[in-house]
């Protein structure tokens, strides 16, 4: 396996620093004003994203995007994490870069004009309905949302919440059951449903965010959306999620890894520069120095983790890449939970306000753990996969 850049992304990623750095990091003050408040700015510095060629790295050349692949769009995403804004200025933000995806992949040709261009084009956002309050997110079969289907059009009832980025979608994709005799995973089917009422921004830790920045909770009484909404195969709805989850675990964890290293890099101008009395920094102190050497090699070793994943995805396939898959979700999200903490334990009151970034990233991706299968399910599937093979090496059945 060979991670190094290729001559074309050794020149793409300064290209993406700087356009960071110029552009999008100083908008960063604004977070406290909201998303409404800062999108006429972020707009613009989409636009021009578009203009100089780095608009939608994870999308194909032929749809308009640059055409990156698993593991040259990782690399990317590393970069894009460093700031919250980093991925919606690009236009790859989630959850719109999985349903990108789904849409570029599945969607009729109606849908496309309807749905996936406007997400092409950055004009409209969407959002993904899966999980539900009543019932373990850990368990995706166990659905209450359902889709009657009464001949005309598809009847929606259902609750689903944590839905991110639905204040102010155009759509989300609602994972509905709509065949409840099948199978347990042929029971659900992705259908497109207009967004059209207002929602509930449910509080992250007192902040409830708003537009793109934000988890909403919807309800669905009676909502009717044509048969035609209906994405892919009726009855393969899990089979849709599972291929939207492993590229997108991917660039979850390349960006886990940009937050790793802005925190990281905080930490260490902070010990380097904070004096706890004249002529003494804090890096002076054994503790301070333990948590920089371990915060480094934990990131090293995360990153190649999750290059390794992405390489095997490109090269092998998704389905090898399963595995690997649940090593970098769990390993990777604890490890930057760790460095963004010693991040903020090292600046000490300062780290707790929103004068520095960390408190940003402390809120918002403490759901690591949990978003996209909590960390003790992807434990459970490294574990059970291991034991399965020692047992067939044993000749147990």
């Known amino acids: 396996m060979d991670f190094s850049p290729s001559p074309v992304m050794q020149a793409l990623l300064p290209k993406v620093r700087s356009f960071l750095d110029e552009h999008v990091m100083p908008l960063e003050a604004g977070l406290a004003r909201g998303f409404w408040a800062l999108q006429p700015e972020l707009d613009h510095v989409r636009a021009r994203a578009k203009q100089v060629g780095l608009w939608q790295p994870q999308v194909r050349r032929e749809a308009g995007g640059m055409g990156l692949s698993v593991l040259e769009h990782g690399m990317v995403s590393e970069v894009l994490g460093r ?22 992949e599945y969607a009729t040709d109606d849908q496309r004009e309807s749905f996936l261009r406007p997400l092409l084009d950055g004009t409209a956002r969407s959002a993904f309905g899966m999980t539900e309050p009543e019932h373990a997110g850990s368990n995706p079969v166990w ?44 029971r659900a089917s992705m259908i497109v449903v207009p967004t ?3 929602v509930r921004n449910i509080p992250i830790m007192g902040e409830a965010g708003e537009g793109w920045l934000s988890h909403g909770e919807i309800r669905l009484h009676g909502a009717r959306v044509p048969k035609a909404n209906l994405l892919g195969p009726r009855g393969r709805g899990f089979a849709l999620a599972q291929a939207r989850l492993g590229p997108g675990r991917i660039h979850h964890c390349m960006r886990w890894l940009g937050v790793c290293e802005r925190s990281f890099e905080a930490l260490v101008h902070r010990a380097a520069t904070r004096e706890l009395a004249p002529g003494r920094t804090l890096g002076e102190q054994q503790t301070v120095q333990t948590w920089i050497a371990d915060a480094r090699a934990e990131i090293d070793a995360a990153r190649l983790l999750v290059l390794r994943a992405a390489w095997t995805i490109d090269h092998e396939g998704l389905e090898r890449a399963r595995e690997q898959i ?34 940003h990233f402390y809120r918002h991706e403490r759901g690591a753990r949990i978003y996209d299968g909590p960390d003790e399910v992807h434990r459970a599937v490294v574990a059970k996969r291991i034991l399965s093979q020692a047992r067939r090496e044993a000749g147990q059945p």
């Open 196 to 198: 059209e009422t207002p």
């Open 143 to 186: 659905l209450s949302t359902r889709a009657d289907d009464d001949g005309a059009a598809w009847v929606l009832h259902g609750h689903k919440w944590f839905t991110t980025a639905v204040d102010g979608a155009a759509f989300v994709i609602v994972m509905a059951v709509t065949d409840p005799d099948a199978a347990p995973h042929e």
């Open 83 to 104: 700031t919250p804004l980093g991925h919606y200025a690009l236009g790859c933000q989630a959850p719109d870069a999985g349903n990108l995806e789904l849409l570029l």
């Open 326 to 359: 649940s090593l970098i979700k769990f390993f990777t999200a604890d490890v930057m939970l760790r460095v963004i903490d010693r991040a903020l334990q090292a600046h000490g009151a300062a780290g707790m306000t929103d004068e520095v970034v960390l408190s």
